[in-house]
């Protein structure tokens, strides 16, 4: 039988600022060299946004960073919403997931 081969040399599990930055900054260079496709970008994004200490570690210059990235993949066309983390609760009055909730009396 044929040995498997290791898929990536991605960090399973990213605990610093310092491994998050070194995982944009590997999409970015993919991304610009179009050597990703925008769903594994945003993917990649998403994992990143789900963290347990994501609040923690995006700092202003990271949250720039993926904002740069997600625009990148809404500008091809994805109707994507735009993450809370990155660009604060929407504004329009409704709830999170799309569901209009602005006329609903609790």
């Known amino acids: 039988m044929a040995e498997e081969k290791p898929k990536t040399t991605a960090k399973e599990k ?3 600022r ?3 930055a ?3 900054a590997e999409i970015a260079a993919r ?12 993917l990649a994004l998403d994992r990143l946004l789900r963290i347990p200490n994501s609040v923690e570690i ?3 210059e990271l949250k720039n960073k993926a904002k740069e990235l997600w625009h990148h993949i809404k500008a091809i066309g994805a109707e994507l919403q735009d993450p809370p ?3 604060g609760a929407p504004s329009s009055g409704g ?3 799309g569901c209009d909730t ?5």
């Open 22 to 24: 070194e995982f944009i």
């Open 95 to 97: 709830a999170v997931d």
């Open 31 to 42: 991304v610009a060299e179009n050597k990703v496709p925008s769903l594994h970008t945003m």
């Open 14 to 16: 990213f605990e610093t």
């Open 85 to 87: 983390l990155l660009f």
């Open 58 to 60: 995006f700092d202003d």
């Open 102 to 106: 602005s006329n609903k009396v609790v």
């Open 18 to 20: 310092e491994d998050v």
